[in-house]
């Protein structure tokens, strides 16, 4: 057989549950810290921007939280996702290896972000809860939110990394769309925002930026809460669904993965597909290889300190322990915007100092060309962010050509580039070159961490 194969679950498999993984850790998390007191810090504290039942999911230890009907009445319009076997690809590199995908191009904003986009909202509707601000990279976690902002009432303020609000304008549109308000960060709308705006009146902004005027903007106003869509326990939570079906379509294909593989920006999409299955593996032992693969031109796992720092440039969100090149990076402005934030998720930087994810970067360009190898054998093109995931999974596709060895190969294809053709267009044209962090901004971004005792 030649042909992709696709295998589906039907609405009865779609999960009831999120797993969490603080449940399996063989080392519990560092604490959250207050920003002002650097003490573990409190719900009390939380809700000044987030619901109850956020911060509830946030700070849990239990295995399996479940997941509300009306969440999941809105999950069936596109879940269970697809996953595929991706035979073409398998015939076009020649290689003995079996390649899966699991593709969240299938939700109404086209990635996986609409799978915790859509249990916040409910979860600040029900709390009464009447405008949300947030922050968006790419525009996927901006489209999503406003997306679930219409279905549950709830009016949406998105401030988009003003380098991305240039290169997708489609994207902002999408959004318009469903009735949000998109804000080019670092906007004068902000005290943060005019602050970065007197010291850098070019900047092309950053994730940590945008953060720090949502916050800020959330904090003004009791009706308003703040929603973060990575990076948080809570988000990654979310995304466990997409590896829990996972799991039961690859059983449905008499098939196990030797490796699992995703991108990492700020870790849920990674998280989401693996970590079902890395729990599963910290609780009875096993030998998949799971691989994060992020940007060179932003590499927070493989060249970033392990340390205590903000989420924001302002300084407004608790402190985190994770993998970071300091708050006020500011990443150059490649096209996987979704990749371009300065620290990782507490739980994968904590798995992967540990040694239980082996992260790795690649550059743009060969991610563009790994994008095209596949879009041309499996009729997907896939955005610049899992463009990433699809390097690493035909990279290891080809070891196993020149091994012979017949591995199996699972990754996330997080979502389709429909949005992004202008940068596909660049590529195609000669227009885009690798970009290179500058080490010298990043060593002063991390001699400003926080010093925590």
Excluded at 339 to 365: D, E, F, T
Aim: with cysteine.
């Amino acid at each position: 057989m030649s042909d992709t194969v696709k295998y589906q679950l039907d609405e009865e498999h779609l999960p009831k549950h999120w797993y969490n993984i603080n449940a399996d850790l063989p080392v519990p998390l560092d604490p959250v810290l207050h920003p002002g007191t650097q003490q573990p810090i409190t719900a009390d504290e939380l809700a000044v921007i987030f619901p109850r039942a956020v911060i509830e999911q946030e700070m849990s230890t239990e295995r399996e939280i479940a997941i509300p009907e009306p969440v999941r009445e809105v999950y069936r319009q596109w879940r269970p996702s697809p996953l595929f076997r991706a035979r073409r690809l398998e015939k076009a590199l020649n290689t003995p290896a079996k390649i899966y995908y699991k593709y969240e191009g299938v939700s109404p904003a086209g990635s996986h972000k609409p799978n915790t986009a859509i249990p916040q909202a409910f979860y600040n509707k029900i709390e009464g809860v009447k405008r949300i601000a947030t922050e968006t990279g790419a525009g996927q976690w901006g489209s999503s939110l406003a997306l679930a902002g219409s279905f549950f009432g709830l009016e949406i303020v998105v401030y988009m990394v003003k380098v991305s609000f240039n290169q997708k304008p489609y994207r902002r549109a999408f959004m318009e769309t469903f009735g949000a308000q998109c804000i080019a960060s670092p906007s004068t709308t902000t005290a943060s925002g005019r602050a970065i705006l007197a010291e850098h009146p070019d900047s092309t902004g950053s994730l940590g930026i945008a953060i720090s005027e949502a916050v800020e903007v959330a904090a003004q106003r009791d009706d308003t809460k703040y929603a973060l869509g990575s990076v948080l326990n809570h988000v990654l939570l979310h995304q466990t669904v997409t590896g829990i079906e996972a799991m039961e379509q690859m059983a449905m294909a008499g098939a196990h993965p030797d490796m699992i593989i995703g991108c990492t920006g700020g870790g849920s999409n990674f998280a989401g597909l693996a970590f079902p299955y890395l729990g599963k593996q910290l609780r009875e032992g096993g030998n998949i290889e799971f691989i994060a693969v992020e940007p060179s031109a932003c590499p927070t796992l493989t060249k970033g300190l392990f340390a205590y720092d903000f989420g924001d440039t302002a300084h407004l969100t608790p402190l985190c322990k994770m993998f970071t090149l300091g708050s006020s990076f500011v990443p150059p402005g490649f096209h996987a915007g979704g990749l371009r934030y300065h620290g990782m998720a507490p739980q994968v930087s904590h798995l992967a100092k540990l040694g239980y994810i082996a992260p790795r970067s690649y550059n743009q360009l060969e991610c563009f060309a790994a994008g095209l190898q596949f879009a041309k054998a499996e009729g997907i093109i896939p955005a610049p962010e899992a463009n990433h995931a699809v390097r690493a999974a035909i990279e290891e596709a080809e070891k196993c050509r020149e091994s012979g060895e017949a591995k199996t190969i699972l990754f996330m294809l997080s979502g389709h580039g429909n949005f992004d053709m202008q940068a596909y267009t660049d590529y195609l044209g000669g227009k885009l070159k690798d970009l290179v962090y500058a080490e010298s901004e990043v060593a002063m971004a991390l001699a400003g961490l926080p010093s925590v005792g």
